[in-house]
């Protein structure tokens, strides 16, 4: 009797199969935050294109591993190279991630990938002769962790519950970043203002030949290889509260701040946002460029947020007590808004953004891989791509990254090295 007495007690302790399996999968689906996203676009010159994709997967057929991608392709000069980079980016980037890594290694892994993605992408539209150019701002989001590259002056911006705003891409103007000025002009680049005959200089600064005003760019094969594709890579991991990324083209930017960006659509859902931040830059400066913006709400599921603005018609006893309420919010919040930095790196030279991975170069064949190609090399074609460079994290030329010929070639024509393509006297 004793004894069927403590079973009973035991077993009133058990819980169903079917209700364990519940209780983890709404566990897991309360840990994992959702992503809402909208976009918004007007255009002038028929230039911009851009690419948003929720169902990618690190490991096909497992949507644990599902990771969303958003990206703006601002061209010039047509739009062939913006098409493009918007259908293969993408895929050269994730082409360059070794199988079957975790979640943690496969994000770490990431910048490099986008390093050599953004090149392959750029060698390869420059392989069918055309001169278009387009900047590029590749934004990858996985769970609280998201990953910028961009060259050009497109632009990402991170809004966090707390109000703070922060800048995740760096702009490639010539005008105002004097860096790149610095670097191209070592490269064998001028940099000058448009000069009319007989009469003052003109415009913003660009880059000669050519008169390009950014100094990164896919394609614009016809302005030297000084014009660089590669991109700068920030990768943060957002505070538990989420927050919300805001990236758009530079007919936004011309015409709005970050700050002002993100002020003129909080409280509104993401498609909603989108539209009130083109309507707010057309409002401000007209369609004089083509307008593009994504918004992107990363939201922590049971994730208490500060209360919206109060209303114009509220009472001040009613403001003020609000505004109590709203900084206590924060306060409490205050732990939680925290932007973890984990990666920053802009350098335009290839062999230190490539760095060294002794297992980078091999793949499962047995031979070596171009780290930028991916182009299976036989064991005497490899090139380290630290021989010879003064950027070398490493004295033993036969680790990798390898490089094929054709890569390498581009990679010493980007750093200065030889002139490949059109020759600046």
Known sequence: MGSRLKMNSHNSELVPLAALMSRELKNEKMEKPSVRYGCAAQSR????????????????????SSFSVF?????????????YSRDNLLNHVLDAIPRGLKRDEWLQALPRALVAGFVKTDKQFQSKGLTSGTTATLVIVDRLTVTVASCGDSRCILDTPDGSVSVLTIDHRLEENSEERERVTASGGEVGRLNVIGGPEIGPLRC???????SRSIGDMDVGEFIVPIPHVKQVKLPNGGGRLIIASDGIWDALSSEIAAQSCRCLPSELAARQVVKEAL???????????IVVDIVVPNTSL?????????????????????????NKLSD??????????????????????DMSGSTTSGLFMCAVCQAD????????????????????????????????????AMEGKRPSGIKVI
């Not at 990206?71 to 098409?83: L, Q, S």
């Not at 401000?284 to 083509?290: I, Q, V």
């Open 283 to 293: 409002r401000r400066r007209g369609l004089k460029d083509d307008t593009t913006c």
């Open 45 to 64: 010159k028929g230039e911009d294109y851009f690419l948003m994709k929720t169902d990618c997967q690190r490991i096909k057929g497992d949507p644990s």
């Open 306 to 330: 500060p209360p919206p603005p109060a209303r114009k018609t509220q009472s001040k006893l009613r403001m003020l007590l609000f505004k109590a309420k709203f900084l206590n919010s924060s």
């Open 336 to 357: 939680k808004l925290i932007v973890e930095e984990l990666f920053e790196e802009g350098s335009a030279m290839l062999a230190e953004r490539l760095g060294n991975d």
């Open 208 to 214: 000669w030949p050519g008169g390009l005003c950014l």
């Open 71 to 83: 990206g703006i392709f601002d061209g010039h000069n047509g739009n062939a190279a913006a098409i």
């Open 377 to 412: 090399l036989a064991a005497s074609e490899p090139i380290s791509v630290d021989v010879g460079s003064v950027f070398s994290t490493s004295s033993k030329p036969w680790h990798g990254p390898f490089l094929c010929a054709g890569c390498r070639d581009k990679k010493d």
